[in-house]
């Protein structure tokens, strides 16, 4: 993608528009055939890795878990 310098004038409406909507991120991405706007945060905290870490189930993590065991034996032969 590549991306497209706007205007001073056009960056205010565009926050105007956002400041409505309760959008506070500095970086968005608008779909326009979707017709959706997408906030993209750039820095997690500890408590966005807690939670994303809480999406998988036990039997996942334990499948994980066995693929990275399984690869660390690999690269020690």
Do not use: C
Not at 27 to 37: I, N, S, Y
Not at 41 to 65: F, M, Q, V
């Amino acid at each position: 993608m590549i991306p497209k310098k706007i205007d001073q004038q056009t960056t205010i409406a565009i926050k105007s528009i956002l400041e409505k909507l309760n959008i506070q991120h500095t970086r968005v991405l608008f779909d326009l055939e979707k017709q959706t706007v997408e906030t993209q945060d750039e820095d997690y905290s500890i408590d966005d890795l807690l939670e994303a870490a809480g999406t998988l189930s036990p039997e996942r993590g334990k499948e994980l878990l066995d693929q990275v065991s399984r690869s660390r034996e690999e690269w020690d032969t």
